[in-house]
């Protein structure tokens, strides 16, 4: 296989991301999922990069979830959007960093809807005016946070106290990334490569170090799929092409996975505890199942924080393995404790997965 | 000052400086590789007869001794101008600059680089290879035939329209040969790899000319070849090196997921960049598809919108080598006519 010929092609699609002052639109799923990753993101540009970056209070979830259910009706999700736009202006920005990839092919798609009809935009201004008072700027800018990462990547390289190198063996780490298809999917050209060139994650891969691994199943869902989990009866589907992922990627034997969705990284974590529960299979070689990191998680070890302070605790498939690999210390009595220092209650064992 | 010079050593170019020869015209042919006959050098044999393609190749090369025609070979042209006097000066790479009353493009058509589908996974693979690969590979076959990973093979898949019909590299038009190629080379595969699976993936199968249909029958009844109605999505490889394909079969209304050990993609025509460098010089039209747009369809395919300029072969659009031989023909004709009136 010759990956270069893969990335010199991916890196020639590209996109324009800003450059500094950006309005943080938060993700609610993200908040509770990976309760550490907007932090650490914030930690990072205003830190690390030295940006600037609004993280405003008033901001709410942008009711996307509900939309793709049938329970918010567009109308509806089209002026909440413009109620964050509102505080975007309000905040005098222009440029906005979304951090939830639903929510980034939410804000998408309602500013292609408002640029071909016109009239919409009118209606939802006239909404948003007679309910809050508010008026608003299109953003010039729409960025997902994956995308300012990936932006700053050799910047964050710079600063690296870790590379994704496995330190016992001098090997860069096989890393598998996955791409959420509310970034890529709807408007390919909205994100950095879309569906088929995305070289946001990879492009962090490479640039700390790390080798990316190409499989068969690399493009395919990462099971989620909203109705498909959403819907109980669905549930099986899910977790039917999570293991159909999960099989295609094991011989390559990846050191972790990477993903810029919530919802991926969820159920690429979540699902191998289920797999292992409904079919002793595990998908690494000693049973621990294949760590999945966000990519602040990542780039948060990179950059050398505290894997307890990244919340990696709170991950189905646990880390230590990966942290060994990668070299960095951590004190596996700090794992549980909150910020006060005190103990919290631990987590049950699972039945397969080792721990 | 030469009766006519011919842009191109091809099948199309030494047929039209034969016939004009004949005629009694003189002829200069410019070529820009190092010997002529074009792509037929590449291929092994030719559909529908599987005939050696060199067969054909030594036809012309012989044709071409008998009249000692004037070569000029390692030369490309890098101008077209039409003066006022309604001659042309054509410039070359060599310092050598021809006066010619007449000019005919001959040179031919690119293949498609199935590079720019990433997603088949040309140039990635190891065993992805194109169609013109493949041919070259039988050409030079010695032994038993196996794949660029060295292993005998179990399935092969052929893949069809890669850069043809295809909004998305910019092609809209359909190369019309790709279609009969793959059935040739599906059974020649078969024929020398008879333990072999072979499956072609099409869109429609325009088996348009004399003895198609007959091999594409011959090839689902004789040979089993298995031909499914579907786009191919992605191609991924496994870690021992075989492929895997996500195709949609369409007759089905279901995906599919095929594992093979080879996979052909049956690359298109395009017009070459020289085409788009005559565009520039001279004036010359070209139709939407990139290939010199005849001055009439049906009546005058030869012409172009130049007067004294001509055409022959695929520099107008895909062209099967005897469609190309007719065109050809029909250039002398339409040339002999000109020179006639003029």
Redesign the interface.
């Given at each position: 296989m010759n990956t270069e010929a893969k990335k010199q092609i991916w890196s020639s699609y590209q996109k324009e991301i800003a450059d500094n002052n950006y309005y943080y639109a938060r993700s609610c799923i993200r908040q509770n999922f990976f309760p550490a990753s907007e932090v650490t993101f914030l930690r990072i540009l205003r830190e690390e990069l030295n940006k600037n970056i609004f993280d405003d209070p008033n901001h709410t979830t942008c009711t996307g979830i509900g939309y793709h259910s049938d329970i918010v009706p567009f109308d509806t999700i089209q002026t909440v959007v413009a109620r964050h736009f509102a505080l975007m202006t309000e905040a005098g920005l222009e440029n906005v960093a979304i951090s939830c990839v639903t929510s980034f092919g939410m804000y998408t798609e309602i500013l292609d809807l408002w640029h071909h009809f016109p009239e919409q935009l009118e209606k939802i201004r006239e909404y948003l005016y007679k309910a809050t008072k508010r008026e608003f700027n299109i953003p010039k800018n729409i960025a997902h946070t994956s995308d300012i990462i990936y932006k700053f990547r050799n910047e964050i390289a710079e600063k690296a106290k870790h590379k994704l190198i496995n330190v016992q063996t001098g090997e860069p780490l096989n890393v598998v990334e996955h791409i959420g298809c509310h970034y890529a999917k709807m408007f390919p050209t909205k994100g950095v490569g879309g569906a088929e060139f995305p070289q946001v994650l990879s492009g962090m891969i490479e640039s700390w170090g790390g080798n990316v691994v190409d499989y068969p199943e690399r493009r395919h869902c990462c099971g989620f799929g909203f109705r498909n989990y959403l819907v109980q009866a669905n549930r099986g589907y899910s977790v039917s092409n999570t293991k159909k992922k999960l099989e295609s990627m094991k011989p390559y034997k990846p050191d972790f996975i990477v993903a810029n969705c919530p919802g991926c990284a969820m159920f690429m974590d979540k699902w191998q505890y289920t797999l292992a529960e409904m079919e002793g299979v595990t998908y690494d070689e000693f049973g621990y199942g294949i760590p999945v990191l966000t990519y602040e998680e990542m780039a948060g070890l990179v950059l050398g924080y505290n894997p307890w302070d990244l919340g990696l605790q709170m991950h189905q498939v646990q880390c230590e393995p990966l942290l060994d690999k990668l070299g960095i210390k951590y004190d596996p009595k700090a794992k549980y404790l909150d910020k006060n220092g005190n103990q919290m209650p631990l987590p049950e064992k699972p039945s397969c997965l080792k721990v | 000052m030469i009766d006519v010079l011919i842009i191109g050593g091809g099948i199309a170019g030494i047929e039209t400086a034969c016939s004009l020869q004949d005629l009694g015209y003189e002829t200069v042919i410019v070529e820009k590789e190092r010997t002529i006959g074009g792509h037929l050098n590449n291929w092994d044999t030719l559909f529908p007869t599987h005939r050696p393609a060199s067969e054909v190749l030594e036809y012309y090369t012989e044709e071409t001794r008998k009249r000692a025609l004037t070569i000029y070979l390692n030369t490309y042209v890098t101008s077209i101008i039409k003066l006022d006097d309604g001659t042309f000066e054509v410039n070359t790479s060599r310092d050598v600059i021809f006066h010619s009353k007449t000019v005919v493009i001959a040179s031919g058509y690119s293949l498609f680089n199935a590079?720019r589908k990433?997603?088949y996974g040309y140039?990635?693979?190891?065993n992805v290879l194109t169609s013109a690969d493949l041919e070259k590979k039988l050409k030079t076959l010695n032994g038993e035939f196996k794949t660029p990973t060295d292993k005998v093979p179990e399935k092969i898949a052929f893949i069809h329209c890669v850069g043809s019909r295809d909004e998305k590299s910019g092609n809209h038009y359909c190369s019309k040969l790709c279609c009969v190629t793959a059935v040739k080379q599906a059974i020649h595969m078969k024929q020398i790899c008879p333990q072999a699976d072979i499956f072609c993936c099409y869109m429609d199968l325009r088996m348009y000319g004399p003895g198609f249909e007959e091999m594409y029958r011959e090839a689902q009844e004789k040979y089993h070849i298995q031909f499914i109605r579907g786009r191919l999505s992605?191609v991924?490889?496994?870690?021992d090196g075989t492929l895997?394909l996500k195709v949609e079969d369409t007759l089905a209304a279901r995906p599919s997921k095929i594992k093979v050990d080879m996979l052909v993609l049956m690359v298109g025509m395009e017009s070459p960049q020289s085409t788009a460098l005559f565009k520039e010089t001279c004036g010359l039209q070209c139709a939407p598809n990139r290939f010199i747009q005849p001055n009439d369809h049906h009546i005058g395919s030869n012409k172009t919108n130049i007067d004294g300029l001509f055409t022959a072969g695929t520099s107008i659009g895909p062209m099967s080598i005897f469609d190309t031989i007719n065109h050809a023909k029909a250039s002398a004709i339409t040339i002999k006519n000109y020179l006639s009136r003029n």
């Open positions: - | 590079e990433e997603e140039k990635i693979y190891d992605e991924g490889e496994n870690a895997q």
